[in-house]
């Protein structure tokens, strides 16, 4: 028998991996974090013991893994869904959707994550990572934005704010609330995206009729009263480190004139 070739063993790896991430968003979502071990992921997924120290240096790293291509799957569907837009406002809509749709639906394993990225460690530089920093940056550039390196770091925090909101341990935030303001932020509409059932919540800021169907990044949207919790980003001040691993340089994200247009960043 011949040997397999290179394309060959690359592919048997990937889908190695790829069953490996799977089962550890299975498990970790259905027992938690710390009654799951390596070996029951291993045994779900149908791999040796020690593939899943070959591939990822310990289970913490391998949880930032999986969740980050749950999180990239979720995010590419909800944008490629039916009827198909290049819209984007019509995308950032149904990425934050999408986001504290996940958030909603995977408490546990989500909880779990954002523990996690608190740690010492911070974000895990994977593959996985960097797909999903992708999808977001494009998500941004194709919103609109004349700078998407202090862009995107921005929407991620506003992001992971919601998240941490939406997820609090007896003080969490009702998900309508936290898109409401998440969208009047981008000057989005609330019938943009999925909406959830039951309409705005009451008291959502009217977006100004100035401002609709306009791309306006969130340093040129009206102040009004925020609906997040006080510790929730709302900027970031000039000259500020964003922190994002990948080194993006900081700044406050500055809004685009109307009609200019726009590169994708990918």
Known sequence: MSPRSASVNEELRRRSRERILAATVELVSERGYEATTLGDIAQRAGSARGLISYYFPGKRQLLQSAVHRLMHRTLEAALEREPRTEDGRERLARAID???????????????????????????????????????????????SADVDADYPLLRALLMGAVFAQLLPGAAMPRARLRAELFQRYGLEWEQGVPPDGGPPDGTPVLPATLRGRTVLPDRLPRQSSGLPSGLPSGLPSGQSSGHPSGLPSGQPSGRPSGQSSKSSK
Do not use: N
Request: hydrophobic share 45%; aromatic share 4%.
């Open 98 to 144: 999408a986001i504290l749709g996940l958030a909603e639906e995977r408490p546990v394993l989500m909880r779990t994550h954002m523990a996690g990225i608190l740690q010492a460690e911070g974000f895990v530089q994977c593959p996985e990572q960097q797909r999903l920093a992708a999808l977001l940056r494009d998500t941004v550039a194709r919103y609109g």
